[in-house]
């Protein structure tokens, strides 16, 4: 299995300077739930000058709805009106209530191009859902989208065509990396790596502060000088010829500090642990697909 990277895909999206956006809809882009993702996926389409009067965001909890508004977005608590006028709805609700969501909708959809954010729910039980429906694309972004930063696998069936498919790599592509997978079942692999992967980072850099602050340093010091070597580490790694690996060996000095480190890491196995929690994920992505597939 490989995945097939989107040759204008780039690590970053980068605000284009002309007024044009380059995302070509023919209608609204509607997104179903206006949470996390929602708003991190339509603060890329902000970032790629998408006018914000073409999107509309439906979503129950009112406390969001402040929010959205001040994205300059149409807001609604109703699914039915937000679909109307879309010519793209993204599902961004939760995989356990997608069959809720999409029970009441069924008769309302009229052929859009439906992009699902959601884990674990296929699009066999997406199609079925809705009624043998074929336009559909899964993906799985991260929340780094939030800055432009994103990383998102893309997967539909051959039902979805040339258009569809650049329509959906274009939306993507503002909130940052896209990439194709050739296989549905790859996605719970990118769900492990790069969904859930800001989670990992987050988690290295709380036991770093937590360490920092019981060798000595201020909360704040050790949050300063953890969150910007994280920077500093993933910008060289992005950047530079060498693998992670070898970026890694540039540090370690023989019998010194990074050594010492690195040995203590390796002793508790570290990296097994990490592989298995990235089994766990990609397992937990693949059992929310049966349990939705009965639904
Ligand atoms: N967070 C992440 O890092 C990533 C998430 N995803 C996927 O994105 C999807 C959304 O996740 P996330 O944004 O974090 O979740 P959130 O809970 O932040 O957002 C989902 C929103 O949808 C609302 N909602 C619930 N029911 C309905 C309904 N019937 N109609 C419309 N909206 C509804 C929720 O309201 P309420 O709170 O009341 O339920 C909530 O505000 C999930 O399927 C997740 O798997 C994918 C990649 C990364
Ligand atoms: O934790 C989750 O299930 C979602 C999908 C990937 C990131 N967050």
Do not use: C
């Amino acid at each position: 299995m490989h995945l097939t990277t989107d040759s204008t895909a780039t690590a970053t999206a980068t605000a284009t300077t002309t007024t044009e956006s380059p995302i070509r809809s023919e209608g609204k882009i509607a997104f179903i739930g206006g949470g996390n993702m929602a708003q991190a996926l339509i603060g890329g389409l902000l970032a790629q000058q998408f006018n914000p009067a073409d999107i509309i965001v439906s979503e129950p909890v009112e406390a969001l709805h402040a929010t959205l508004r001040q994205l300059g977005v149409q807001v609604t608590t109703d699914n039915q009106q937000a679909i109307t006028d879309a010519a793209v709805v993204i599902l961004a609700v939760k995989p356990q209530v997608m069959a809720e969501v999409l029970m009441p909708l069924r008769e309302q959809f009229k052929n859009q191009l439906i992009i699902s954010i959601a884990a674990g729910v296929t699009i066999s039980t997406l199609s079925r859902l809705l009624g043998d429906y074929p336009r559909i694309v899964r993906a799985m972004p991260n929340t780094p989208a939030l800055i432009q930063t994103g990383a998102t696998g893309l997967y539909a069936t051959t039902a979805v065509d040339t258009a569809d498919r650049t329509l959906a790599t274009n939306i993507l592509q503002a909130a940052g990396l896209v990439l194709w997978v050739e296989q549905e079942q790859q996605l719970d692999a990118v769900t492990a790596v790069s969904g859930s992967g800001p989670a990992y980072f987050f988690y290295l850099m709380e036991a770093m502060i937590q360490a920092g602050q019981d060798l000595g340093l201020t909360e704040a010091q050790a949050r300063a000088l953890t969150l910007q070597t994280a920077l500093g580490a993933a910008k060289m790694a992005v950047s530079s010829p060498h693998a992670p690996d070898q970026l890694r060996k540039n540090v370690t000095s023989p019998n010194g500090t990074t050594q010492a480190a690195i040995e203590t890491m390796d002793t508790a196995h570290v990296n097994v642990h990490i592989q298995q929690a990235l089994q766990a994920a990609a397992t937990r992505s693949a059992e929310l697909a049966i349990a939705l597939a009965s639904k």
